[in-house]
């Protein structure tokens, strides 16, 4: 088992930047791919950014290229996500995936097998 708590959220204005914090503990020797997704308020589960834990695969959404970055530090079993020039339309539940192999599509929520609690993110117009 895998136990992921999330931290960093809150209320920002557009424009301002937020780092999201995942700490793993549990079997963390056993995670090959960690995310973060999102969900806005009447919307599905968006996928944001993955990054394998050895580090030799990441990726962003478009949506979110040029505007959040994701990383990791493997001595504090800790996930990153780095959000800058928010904005309104980036506000949601922000939230962790671990998951212990790679067969199924990295962008799928469901291929995960543990999650964290979320945190929220509320940008002001």
């Known amino acids: 088992q895998v136990q992921l708590v999330e931290s960093g959220g809150g209320l920002v204005q557009a424009g301002d930047s937020l780092i999201l914090s995942c700490e793993a503990s549990?079997?963390?020797?056993?995670?090959?791919?960690m995310a973060w997704f999102r969900q806005a308020p009447g919307k599905d589960l968006e996928f944001v950014a993955y990054?394998?834990?050895?580090?030799?695969?990441?990726d962003v959404e478009d949506f979110a290229k040029d505007r959040f970055t994701i990383s990791k530090d493997n001595f504090k079993d800790t996930l990153y996500l780095g959000l800058n020039r928010l904005k309104p339309e980036d506000t949601a539940v922000y939230y962790c995936?671990?998951?212990?192999?790679?067969?199924?599509?990295?962008?799928?929520?469901?291929?995960?097998?543990?999650w964290g609690q979320g945190t929220q993110v509320t940008v002001s117009s």
């Open positions: 995936a671990a998951r212990t192999s790679d067969t199924d599509n990295v962008r799928i929520g469901s291929s995960y097998d543990f």
């Open positions: 990054i394998n834990w050895n580090g030799d695969s990441t």
């Open positions: 549990g079997h963390t020797n056993t995670i090959y791919t």
